[in-house]
């Protein structure tokens, strides 16, 4: 006999891991699988998460290695645009992803590293890479921007920016989040990002620039370098792929067993600006607690899913999109952007803002 289990979440970034941690919590038998061997290892992320987040995760601070005041952005090496009042923290992601594990294992969910989903076997089980099958009331596909429980389903994100990044000493303290918006970086931006003694130094850009990425990381590198903010030497490098399509419908099926889509899987992420750790730490949590209510026998509990997620983000992600959009219309068309067309694609200026 297939052994049987009420959910099984594949996947232990932040969106799997406060998943199971809500399941276990509501009583439920939780088995939750990470492909690495580690959890939150590599870092693949600039670890920037606005301060509001603390409000979901009181322990946020345990992970926190600096905070965030302000928002300075660069438009074409112009002067510096001050957004004061951009609260935000830097985390030591690995520490982070690792907490919110062990906050799910506490809960009573069975966590388990260096195991990954296969496949899904006619009748309904889940075959694992370790040979084991096993039966799940609920599937929770939190597995990422390739999220292959979407695939699956038929829901996959249609586009997904290249993400680059070098980590670097820094030479003056900083508390602001610097962001560099050029044609140079097309479909994205630059940034740079304070971390103590470090700074992430990185660019995302659209598919079709891709091969232009390491090249444009490299220049913003030398170029804060020469100016004597940062140091030459690179202590890491990363990079990963940035959901940018907007949301999927979240709910699917594989055979009779309901799935729930959470974090970048369900393309939560904001197609501007990349951040995708809170959405991922919010939808996990009520992917978790719409499978119990589902497992429960709350009919709409699945549906009520989808419309909790259209109703947190949908709005800001329907702005993020239409802005991106026009920029790449734009691009397209062989436009040189304009500052005031930057402008109303980047959040941190009001016309982003406006309709
Ligand atoms: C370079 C870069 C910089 C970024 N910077 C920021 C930032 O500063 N702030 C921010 O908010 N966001 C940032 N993001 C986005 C952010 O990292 C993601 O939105 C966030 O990690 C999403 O969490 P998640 O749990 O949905 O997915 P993930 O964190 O990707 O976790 C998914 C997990 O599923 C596992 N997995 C995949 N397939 C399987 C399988 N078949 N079986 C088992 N496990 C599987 C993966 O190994 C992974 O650990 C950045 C992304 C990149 C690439």
């Known amino acids: 006999m297939t052994p049987a289990i009420d959910v099984l979440v594949v996947g232990l970034g932040p969106a799997g891991s406060r998943a ?72 030591d992601r690995r520490r982070f992803d690792a907490a919110l594990a062990d906050a799910a294992r506490t809960a009573g969910a069975d966590c388990r590293c260096g195991i990954a989903f296969q496949s899904l076997e006619q009748g309904g089980a889940v075959r694992l890479n370790d040979g084991s099958r096993i039966h799940a009331g609920v599937i929770i596909g939190a597995d990422g921007p390739r999220s292959r429980i979407g695939r699956l389903a038929g829901r996959s994100n249609r586009e997904l920016l290249e993400a680059r990044q070098v980590s670097v ?18 479909g994205g931006y630059g940034w740079l990002f304070p971390k103590g003694d470090v700074a992430h130094v990185g660019a995302g850009v659209a598919p079709a620039a891709r091969a232009q990425l390491r090249k ?31 949301m999927l419908d979240p709910i699917a099926r594989l055979g009779e067993t309901p799935v729930l889509l959470a974090g970048d899987a369900a393309g939560l992420t904001n197609p501007v600006t990349g951040a995708g750790i809170a959405a991922a730490v919010y939808s996990g949590a009520l992917a978790g607690e719409a499978a119990a209510a589902w497992l429960a026998g709350k009919r709409n509990a699945l549906h ?42 980047w959040i941190a200026y009001p016309e982003y803002w406006t309709a």
């Open 20 to 91: 199971a941690w809500a399941a276990a919590r509501a009583g439920l038998s939780v088995l939750a699988i990470e492909r690495k061997p580690r959890i939150g290892e590599p870092v693949q992320c600039a670890e920037l998460v606005p301060m509001a987040l603390e409000q979901e995760l009181p322990q946020l601070g345990r992970a926190t290695v600096q905070s965030i005041e302000a928002m300075h952005t660069y438009i074409e090496d112009g002067a510096c645009d001050v957004a004061p009042h951009f609260p935000g923290a830097m985390l």
């Open 169 to 186: 000493p820094l030479t003056h303290r900083h508390a602001a989040t610097d962001i560099f918006l050029s044609c140079n970086i097309p």
């Open 216 to 246: 444009i990381v490299e220049r913003l590198h030398a170029k804060l370098a020469a100016q004597g903010r940062v140091g030459t030497s690179v202590l890491e490098r990363t990079g990963g792929a940035i959901p940018a399509s907007g």
């Open 304 to 345: 009520d899913y989808r419309d909790e997620l259209q109703c947190i983000f949908g709005a800001a992600l329907e702005r993020a999109l239409s802005r991106r959009r026009a920029l790449a219309q734009a691009q397209r068309n062989g436009e040189v952007l304009s500052r005031a067309a930057q402008r109303r694609g």
